[in-house]
């Protein structure tokens, strides 16, 4: 077994055995660190795997939500087909979206994720009716049998596990090498005869449908839902967390996104100035490491840079 392999295992059993703790801030961490985790890997593969940069992640995530919280509190549906109902949700919102987007490149793109994503926000606050508007959604409550802070953290662990696995199949593949093929040249890509609009769109969907999933997850974990969740600075945290981990490294989104989580909620407990700490730690993180955290540690032969 490799060393990065034993790493991966360790880590594994490590999150595993966490609820055995019996300490509710680290299960409460340790599940809000998978939930942001698996949104932060959900977006990478369309910016370390595919050389999109879109600000208009949060939209997808948000739709995922409101999705299954509305399937369960006003159609009585039941969660597994809820949660199935998100990723649905998911897809449909990117295929939407992704259709407009990649016909534009560069700062154009970015721009119009994130104006798509503003219009997605601009409904949820506004269709009070349904979304609650600017209240949001209270009381969306564990399902019967995941009913307690331990058992809904191994059911995200297992979902977040899973995902991953389906993931790292996926930049494996063939279709995830095309996919670096274009990060790297999309006109060359083009040239060989490749239908770059069509796999960037496949890799819209892929992204919307993770980050729909994490969506569901986060609402049931909070009991709650509110707007903010697809307002843009959702978007920016998501891809603070990815470049931060290292968008060149399968893992480092995750790795971003616990460093961010840990950050602010030690931050947080000293200081209400948390947002000028935060903001200075985290630049100094992306000044010593460009790469990310991984990227660095792959420097030094502790981590692999691999599927680039």
């Known amino acids: 077994m490799s060393k990065q392999n034993s790493v991966r295992l360790i880590l594994i059993l490590l999150l595993a055995l966490l609820p055995l703790s019996e300490s509710r801030f680290y299960i409460f961490l340790g599940t809000?660190?998978?939930i942001m985790g698996l949104f932060a890997i959900s977006l990478n593969l369309l910016l370390g795997y595919t050389g999109l940069?879109?600000?208009g992640q949060a939209a997808y995530f948000g739709v995922g939500a409101y999705t299954c919280a509305l399937l369960m509190k006003k159609a009585s549906v039941i969660f597994p087909i809820a949660f199935a109902g998100a990723a649905v949700s998911g897809a449909v919102a990117a295929l939407i979206i992704g259709f407009f987007c990649i016909r534009l490149t560069k700062i154009y793109f970015s721009m119009l994720t994130l104006a798509f994503s503003q219009i997605v926000w601009a409904i949820v606050f506004?269709?009070?009716s349904l979304t609650g508007g600017d209240t949001g959604l209270i009381g969306i409550n564990f399902p019967e049998y995941l009913d307690t802070s331990a058992r809904f953290y191994y059911f995200t662990l297992?979902?977040?596990?899973?995902?991953?696995f389906?993931?790292?199949k996926i930049v494996g593949s063939p279709f995830g090498r095309i996919l670096t093929t274009i990060r790297e040249n999309p006109e060359r890509t083009e040239f060989i005869g490749i239908n770059v609009k069509l796999f960037q769109l496949l890799a819209f969907m892929i992204s919307g449908v993770f980050a729909a999933l994490s969506g569901a997850l986060f609402g049931i974990f909070n009991?709650?839902?509110f707007p903010d969740l697809l307002y843009w600075p959702m978007s920016a945290e998501v891809l603070i967390m990815a470049i931060l981990g290292g968008m060149y490294n399968f893992f480092g989104p995750l790795v971003g996104a616990a460093v961010i989580l840990y950050l602010r909620m030690l931050v947080t407990s000293y200081t209400q100035y948390w947002p000028l700490i935060m903001g200075t730690i985290l630049a100094l993180l992306l000044f010593f490491f460009p790469g990310?955290?991984?990227g660095f540690l792959g420097s030094r032969r502790l981590f692999n840079r691999e599927d680039r």
Do not use: A
């Not at 297992?158 to 991953?164: N, T």
């Open 32 to 34: 809000d660190i998978l």
């Open 292 to 294: 990310g955290i991984l």
């Open 223 to 225: 009991h709650s839902l």
């Open 53 to 55: 940069v879109s600000f």
């Open 158 to 164: 297992g979902v977040v596990v899973i995902s991953l």
């Open 126 to 128: 506004k269709w009070n």
């Open 166 to 168: 389906i993931i790292r």
